[in-house]
């Protein structure tokens, strides 16, 4: 069965502090794993796709990794801006459908 | 350029009543999602439209559930009756045709309907 699970499932961190998100994925073949932030009341919003192993793309202070198993989101000098909850999806091959995991919470303090 | 957009906001209604919801895509996008959070729990699919044709309703939890596609433009989905399990954020998402490639192409999601039946 396909499966996304996420850790921590909360995170808190002070401003400039850096850290990882991970996202751990079982699929029959992998055709992109995705990453979504949402805001409190807001439907997720598109950050990155990823997909294969070994594949880095970066925006800002984020960062995504793809291994054959797991992705992280690193998160270098956070800011409170960047306090949201982080959503990980993957598509298989020969589905248009994403899975997604249940997401972890950031906060960032000042 | 417009995003997704979805109506309504937010709905309550009782047990028994009938709700629609809509969701306006992209334009130009082919592909069309449906999805749907309980509180607790993670994201999940619900189906799939490319243009006018459901491609995938194996998410659809029951056949009191019904989602349409107009002319390959906007969708509804009609809950009737509504049962209190089906309080939640409903999620609309659409994205271009995916490439020939072995890649996946990224969804672009609406704010949500949060429905509640009591």
């Known amino acids: 069965e396909d499966q996304v699970t996420q850790s921590p499932e909360a995170l808190r961190l002070q401003e400039g502090e850096s850290s990882s998100l991970n996202c751990s994925y079982t699929?029959?073949?992998?055709?992109?794993l995705f990453w979504y932030r949402q805001d409190p009341g807001k439907g997720p919003e598109f950050l990155f796709t990823?997909?294969?192993a070994g594949e880095e793309k970066e925006k800002e202070r984020l960062k995504a990794t793809l291994t054959k198993k797991e992705s992280f989101l690193h998160i270098t000098a956070p800011k409170p801006e960047d306090s949201a909850t982080y959503l990980c999806?993957?598509?298989?091959?020969?589905?248009?459908?994403?899975?997604f995991g249940k997401g972890t919470k950031l906060s960032v303090k000042p | 350029e417009a995003g997704v957009t979805q109506f309504p906001s937010h709905s309550v209604i009782e047990k028994g009543q009938t709700v629609t919801l809509r969701c306006d895509p992209i334009?130009?996008?082919?592909?069309l999602y449906w999805y749907r959070r309980v509180m607790g729990k993670e994201i999940k699919f619900l189906l799939h439209?490319?243009?006018?044709?459901?491609?995938?309703e194996s998410g659809m939890p029951n056949n009191r559930f019904l989602a349409e596609r107009t002319g390959g433009t906007y969708s509804t989905l009609k809950v009737q009756p509504a049962e209190l399990e089906d309080s939640g954020v409903y999620f609309c998402?659409?994205?271009?045709?995916?490439?020939?490639?072995?890649?996946?192409?990224?969804?672009?999601f609406g704010q949500g309907t949060r429905l509640t039946v009591v």
């Open positions: 334009s130009g996008h082919d592909n």
């Open positions: 999806a993957v598509q298989a091959r020969g589905q248009g459908n994403l899975i």
């Open positions: 990823l997909y294969s």
């Open positions: 439209f490319v243009k006018e044709s459901k491609q995938d």
């Open positions: 699929v029959s073949g992998l055709r992109g």
């Open positions: 998402a659409s994205s271009q045709d995916p490439n020939t490639m072995d890649g996946g192409t990224e969804a672009f």
